[in-house]
């Protein structure tokens, strides 16, 4: 059973807590006991808790975390419009793939962290915590946020200033924010971008890139170490844009 399933299911062995824990209890209709409680519900003779696995945990870190975020983002200007409320929903039935019950829990949670009184900073800093030492699952947060606030053709300026407290959050510096960014507003070479290089690299350093970037984002990989499955398709989207972008380049250098 996924991670999703059980939660739906009633699940309360975890320890989430926090502001994604509040949205996810008030997305979910139930509430998430800490660790301690846990721990001591499981001490008792007899008691079966089985609760999430520690990867379906983080599973759900992601999926509520994505969806808070981009509420928090599409309300940055004081209020969300419908074109914003289509972009949302394009991403969840485009690059996601979300069946229809899915997209539902993804909306539920959206609508709570729109109402919610944590702040997206708060949201980001707990996702950071619980991945901050797999930077390629954070990366690939950051360009889930990147993604939707540009699939208007536009990020605005307040926007734009709750993106880059996400990427000082997740210890990004601002050229490698930049880079990330590039990749969807400046659309006239986003393949260096994509594999994380300059212009002015040498053939062995795109090389030696590109094969490290592949191995990292393999959509196995990821989702190993956390990743829903509902964002598999996104991963793999990535991943082909890195192999994309590694043999434009090979072929335009002639290597």
């Given amino acids: 059973m996924s991670w999703l399933g059980k939660v739906i299911g009633g699940t309360i062995g975890l320890a989430l807590g926090g502001p994604l824990g509040a949205v996810a209890g008030a997305a979910f209709g139930h509430a998430f006991v800490d660790r301690r409680e846990d721990e001591y519900l499981r001490s008792i003779p007899?008691?079966?808790?089985?609760?999430?696995?520690?990867?379906?945990?983080?599973?759900?870190?992601?999926?509520?975390?994505?969806?808070?975020?981009l509420a928090k983002i599409s309300k940055a200007d004081g209020r969300i419009s419908e074109e914003e409320i289509k972009v949302v929903e394009r991403f969840m039935v485009n690059d996601l793939q979300l069946d229809e019950a899915t997209r539902a829990t993804a909306k539920n949670i959206f609508r709570?962290?729109?109402?919610?009184?944590?702040?997206?900073?708060?949201?980001?800093?707990?996702?950071?915590?619980?991945?901050?030492?797999?930077?390629?699952?954070?990366?690939?947060?950051?360009?889930?946020?990147l993604r939707v606030s540009?699939?208007?053709?536009?990020?605005?300026?307040?926007e734009e200033q709750m993106l880059l407290s996400a990427s000082r959050i997740f210890r990004f510096s601002q050229s490698e924010y930049n880079r990330l960014k590039s990749r969807y507003v400046k659309k006239s070479d986003p393949?260096?971008?994509?594999?994380?290089c300059d212009k002015n690299a040498s053939n062995e350093e795109i090389k030696k890139k590109y094969r490290t970037l592949v191995q990292e984002y393999h959509p196995d990989k990821v989702q190993a170490k956390g990743l829903p499955e509902e964002f598999i398709k996104f991963a793999t989207d990535k991943f082909a844009e890195i192999q994309d972008a590694y043999e434009h380049i090979r072929k335009s250098r002639g290597f």
């Fill in 46 to 69: 007899g008691r079966k808790q089985p609760g999430l696995s520690s990867n379906e945990e983080a599973q759900l870190v992601f999926f509520t975390a994505a969806f808070s975020m």
């Fill in 150 to 158: 540009s699939a208007d053709g536009n990020i605005s300026d307040v």
């Fill in 112 to 145: 709570n962290a729109v109402t919610s009184s944590q702040t997206f900073e708060d949201f980001v800093r707990q996702f950071y915590s619980v991945f901050k030492y797999q930077a390629n699952i954070i990366e690939l947060m950051m360009d889930v946020l």
């Fill in 191 to 196: 393949y260096y971008a994509v594999l994380k």
